[in-house]
């Protein structure tokens, strides 16, 4: 009970009156495409004998942290060009008992930094935590590495900066030890949103710059600020696209060496709003909140998650929309669609979706757009998920994920090659995971 009433506290932003009903009452599951126009279509049934990747997860992967480190809400992960692994995680969402060692009370345990770098092995090889004399999220949430190796983080909580995390100061401020969400980790200032920013490091954590400032925005429409920031990818022009986000409704899109804005759009390529519209309409005239994801394609399509809609929208890089596909449109909670990640071949012919609510990752087909089976589950062995949130591919066509609130670890899903879906259905349980549970 105590944790199903602190991941409501976390989605308080967008739950209210009959949505949170539906948080409890549950929901039913199933893939519908949109076209243009919006209006639902069935999906023809995936024949049999169709040839789909096939995934086993490593449950050594990676290798238990020195320090006795462990990590918070597990935020974001990207690959480097090295094919090396960096996750960022939330450090003030330990809880107290996970954060003894912290206050010198029991040897385990501690936060690990906020930002951890692995081989392929699993092995940690490098890390960096906060600065000071530079901005830092309250929330820690997306990573991005650069073509140049620089790191590129994102923000979003409105909430201004907490204790040191495991201090005693956090805790006696929340002494039931369920601390950290998005929103109240921190002091709420009315009028201002902390995460207004996006920070751009060296991979030693040294400040290289910042797009906007700490509670400097002024909602959707500012072009020196961003607002709760989800990921940050870059387009094959060095343009750097952020999903922004968690306060704003919106795609921006910056010069990643100037700093400045170059173009924004919302919902279907208009001029975003902050208007107070209710979520779960997959034909919302507007993103809601958050915009969880903006992810690139080969081919110049620009896929964006709205999450609590249940709908990713396709545009151009310049913001023109294509078209919208709706994904498990039935799920209320904390919505369907929370981060992309594409195959590795050259057409990338596999788009896979992280399912933070259902706890699955959704393996569609991209041209077509249809759904051709979800792997997953929820709960806490390897396999399965609990708060399933960021998704990254490699080289090789392997699946890392990370989870966020209690779930607070990465895993790596091994790629095994083509099979026909039929032999995935009838074993329904593959390598840890459950076949569209």
Request: net charge negative; charged share 20%.
């Amino acid at each position: 009970m105590k944790h199903t009433i602190r991941n409501i506290i976390r989605s308080r932003r967008f739950l209210t009156g009959a949505a949170l009903a539906a948080l409890i009452a549950g929901f039913t599951f199933g893939p519908s495409m949109f076209g243009n126009g919006g209006f639902a279509q069935a999906q023809d049934a995936v024949p049999d004998n169709t040839m789909v990747p096939k995934f086993e997860v490593d449950p050594f992967w990676p290798k238990p942290l020195p320090n006795n480190w462990v990590m918070g809400e597990t935020i974001g992960v990207a690959m480097d060009a090295h094919e090396n692994v960096w996750v960022i995680h939330r450090p003030p969402s330990l809880e107290k008992n996970m954060s003894s060692l912290t206050r010198g009370e029991a040897k385990c345990c501690t936060a690990a930094p906020d930002v951890l770098e692995f081989d392929q092995a699993g092995n940690l090889i490098h890390y960096f935590g906060p600065a000071e004399g530079h901005d830092w999220p309250s929330g820690n949430h997306g990573i991005t590495i650069d073509k140049d190796g620089n790191v590129w983080i994102a923000s979003a909580s409105a909430a201004q900066p907490g204790p040191p995390p495991g201090s005693a100061e956090q805790f006696a401020k929340h002494p039931s030890g369920d601390v950290f969400d998005i929103e109240t980790g921190g002091e709420m200032v009315k009028g201002q949103y902390h995460d207004s920013f996006i920070l751009k490091l060296s991979q030693d954590g040294k400040f290289l710059g910042e797009i906007g400032r700490a509670n400097g925005s002024k909602g959707s429409l500012d072009i020196d600020n961003v607002r709760g920031v989800s990921t940050i990818r870059f387009l094959p022009d060095g343009t750097l696209v952020a999903a922004d986000g968690y306060g704003n409704h919106r795609v921006s899109e910056w010069d990643p060496k100037t700093l400045k804005n170059i173009r924004i759009w919302g919902a279907y390529g208009k001029p975003p709003t902050d208007d107070p519209i209710p979520h779960y309409d997959v034909n919302s005239p507007q993103f809601g909140n958050p915009v969880h994801c903006a992810e690139p394609s080969n081919d110049g399509l620009l896929y964006v998650c709205d999450r609590t809609n249940d709908r990713i929208q396709v545009f151009k890089f310049d913001g023109t929309f294509v078209k919208q596909y709706g994904v498990a449109i039935n799920t209320k909670a904390l919505g369907s669609v929370w981060e992309i990640a594409f195959s590795k071949d050259r057409a990338q012919k596999f788009m896979y979706i992280t399912d933070g609510s259902n706890e699955v990752i959704h393996v569609f087909d991209r041209q077509s757009m249809k759904e051709l089976y979800a792997f997953g589950g929820g709960g806490r062995k390897a396999g399965v998920f609990y708060g399933v949130h960021s998704i990254v591919t490699d080289a090789k066509g392997d699946i890392f994920t990370t989870e966020t609130f209690d779930g607070a670890r990465v895993q790596k899903f091994i790629y095994k090659g083509m099979v026909p879906l039929s032999s995935l259905l009838k074993q329904h349980i593959v390598g840890g995971s459950i076949i569209n549970p």
